[in-house]
């Protein structure tokens, strides 16, 4: 700790952008010079340090600049002024099976993408099984790629990046490739990577996933640099201002997130702690009650009540109703409240948004409809878990040798899900 | 990044590229390697019966005793077609590669190094049959074969030097190529591969012209190959001379150029 494993020094980087993309000689020989261009400043005196063996995210929207920084990292792109220091080898996975050769076996190209990575051939005839092996194709590695499926394709190309072995491994937006197992697989890598202390940088728009892998991030913003710090802060600043952008987009195209015939409507949505208190924040495990204060014109029968949470990239975690649950007021008319208590919220680190609704018995007729009217971040609790994802399972692990006593977690699980009980103690415990 | 450690795993990648130029390029063709062959063999096939048999041109009768046209042709045509073709290749080496240089960092120059040395592979496989051929028409080649290989490596780094220029500027100027294929046709004219160089000196063209003409590197190359290989005779310490400066001078101007062009290539491309 205390190394820097990248030093970006006010790197400025422009981009010519082209009025004719006519590159002829001929073209230029008439004008007498070469096409006219104007300039685009994609990053601006920009700094940072990325220490080593931590992971590092860059967020921002597109055309921020997020992209062009890692790529100046992975020297792709040289800087117009400022300089980038890397420690130790590097390598990016910017695009998986660049350089492969479709008229060769995937054994020739796990060499020559190896070579393109910087591996040398005996690196490579070293770690031949364990490629092999992780991208799962050892029965077509003597046919040639282009009869591989993309997602063969991709398995191989990220499979010989990865076993580079790096200490700095940059990331763009690549993880969402092939298929779920996969997936997995990769995130297992990844975690396994963190945990052998290798410094990661990674660009993503998936904030949600940021905020749990990323032990800091920083935020470009028209390739200058807004913000960095811990994960978790920047993204809830970085939120709090789309989220502003966003209201004010609702408002001006009308508020597409609310609809429904309206002689019953949903007045508010409360998140409420154990002790009955209001908030907006909360941790893994704590007891929570979401509160629909509804208020009913007329007489509305057999109601049906509904709640969606979904994360911020939009992907439904849960979504119970009134009716599914057993619950059906014969009728409602007037103001009222329904609860949703939950006893041991599971939701992991992130934020969260909340849709509400009120409809018919037969779930056909909205008469209220609030899209994701509530947003609430999720703290660390416990169960304590790093690795990602949405929800925890809540489990209890145990071991047992043959013939042996059952062995169970000495401490209720503080600390990296993935360090084990041996490495005692967590990133986070103080040093 | 150590500087030493840089420069062997530039070596394996040459080395991975090279294969994968001669991999690719056959694979997945019935005739495979020996398409390489037949096309030097049909140019050899046509010109012989063109200019040897119908134009009748006389190639030297040499101080070995040999007078044959094809012979006296591949000495010539040979050092030409490796040329010519490291020029083609070098200007679709970056073009045909753009999507790894825009993913991938390694020292660009590497793909045009690759091209050259997959093309000095053919260069060398068909300067040895022509050694065979000339040895079975009773020319003994056998005391000029580190001659023809010292010659070999000076024409390629000429070949470098050349190819590393039209690479880069290819990808700044994209038709390019259609001015080289043209100076490619004027070029092989102006260098004496179909015809001895005689005819040009007994002409009667003015002294200028037969300087100006004596100044195309080429026409040291195809002298300097043939008077080894064809006449058995030392060539002309000038010429030697000649092309070493040349090939020297095209490597360290076409590195500088590259190197000039090389920062920006991943976004022109």
């Known amino acids: 700790m205390g190394d820097m494993a990248v030093t970006v020094d006010h790197v400025s980087k422009m981009f010519r952008l082209y009025h004719d993309r006519n590159q002829s000689l001929k073209a230029t020989l008439m004008r007498g010079r070469r096409a006219r261009y104007e300039e685009f400043q994609a990053l601006d005196d920009v700094s940072l340090e990325v220490p080593a063996g931590t992971t590092f995210g860059l967020i921002g929207e597109n055309g921020s600049g997020k992209s062009t920084l890692l790529k100046c990292m992975a020297r792709i792109l040289r800087p117009e002024s400022g300089s980038i220091t890397v420690n130790g080898k590097i390598s990016a996975l910017l695009e998986l099976g660049a350089g492969f050769h479709p008229e060769l076996s995937g054994k020739e190209n796990i060499y020559l993408n190896g070579a393109i990575l910087g591996l040398g051939a005996k690196d490579i005839d070293r770690k031949y099984d364990d490629i092999v092996e992780f991208a799962g194709l050892e029965q077509f590695i003597d046919t040639p790629v282009k009869n591989y499926s993309s997602g063969m394709y991709v398995r191989l190309g990220f499979s010989v990046a990865i076993n580079v072995d790096p200490d700095v491994l940059l990331v763009d937006e690549v993880l969402a490739v092939g298929d779920e197992q996969f997936q997995r697989r990769c995130n297992e890598k990844f975690a396994e990577l963190r945990a052998q202390d290798k410094t990661i940088v990674v660009v993503s728009h998936g904030l949600g996933l940021m905020r749990t892998i990323c032990d800091e991030l920083a935020w470009l913003e028209h390739g200058r640099l807004r913000m960095i710090g811990p994960a978790g802060d920047v993204v809830d600043q970085y939120l709090a201002e789309v989220q502003t952008d966003r209201q004010t987009d609702a408002d001006t195209d009308g508020r597409g997130a609310r609809w429904g015939s309206g002689e019953a409507r949903i007045d508010d949505i409360e998140l409420l702690d154990a002790n009955g208190r209001e908030t907006n924040r909360l941790h893994t495990g704590e007891t929570v009650t979401i509160r629909v204060r509804y208020q009913a014109d007329e007489p509305i029968e057999r109601p049906v009540f509904g709640l969606a949470i979904f994360n911020v990239e939009g992907v439904l975690v849960t979504g119970p109703n009134t009716r599914e649950a057993g619950l059906v007021p014969d009728v409602i008319h007037g103001a009222g409240v329904v609860d949703l208590t939950v006893d041991k919220m599971l939701l992991l680190p992130g934020t969260y948004d909340i849709s509400a609704s009120l409809y018919d018995y037969a779930v056909v007729h909205p008469f209220d409809f609030r899209q994701r009217a509530v947003r609430f971040d999720v703290d660390a609790g416990m169960p304590h878990e790093t690795f990602g994802g949405v929800m925890s399972l809540d489990g209890r692990w145990s071991t047992q040798p043959d013939g042996g006593p059952v062995l169970r977690p000495d401490r209720s699980g503080v600390g990296l899900a993935d360090a084990g009980p041996d490495k005692g103690s967590g990133p986070t415990d103080d040093e | ?104 960092y390694f020292p660009r120059q590497i793909l045009v190094f690759a091209t050259v040395l997959a093309l000095d592979w053919s260069f060398v496989i068909e300067i040895g049959l022509l050694l065979v051929f000339l040895l079975i028409l009773g020319n003994m080649v056998l005391p000029w074969i580190l001659g023809a290989v010292i010659a070999m490596l000076l024409l390629t780094v000429f070949a470098t030097g050349v190819g590393l220029i039209l690479s880069v500027l290819n990808v700044y100027f994209r038709d390019l190529q259609y001015l080289v294929g043209i100076a490619l046709q004027l070029w092989f004219y102006a260098t004496p591969i179909i015809y001895p160089i005689r005819l040009v000196n007994d002409s009667s063209m003015p002294d200028w012209a037969k300087t100006v003409y004596a100044l195309n590197p080429m026409v040291g190359f195809v002298q300097v190959f043939r008077s080894m290989l064809y006449d058995l005779e030392f060539p002309d310490w000038g010429l030697v001379a000649y092309i070493t400066v040349w090939s020297v001078g095209i490597a360290v101007v076409g590195m500088a150029v590259f190197r000039k062009f090389e920062p920006r290539l991943a976004e022109e491309l």
């Open chain 2, 1 to 104: 990044m150590n500087p030493l450690a840089d420069l062997s795993q530039s070596r394996d990648l040459l080395v991975n590229l090279t294969l994968r130029e001669l991999r690719g390029k056959y694979k997945r063709s019935v005739l495979g390697w020996s398409w390489s062959l037949l096309n030097p063999l049909a140019t050899m096939i046509i010109f012989s019966v063109v200019f040897g048999r119908l134009l009748k041109i006389q190639p030297t009768a040499s101080p070995s005793g040999l007078v044959n046209y094809p012979a006296f042709l591949l000495c010539g045509l040979l050092p030409w077609n490796f040329l010519s073709n490291t020029m083609n290749g070098s200007m679709v080496a970056l073009l045909g590669n753009a999507g790894l240089i825009k993913k991938v």
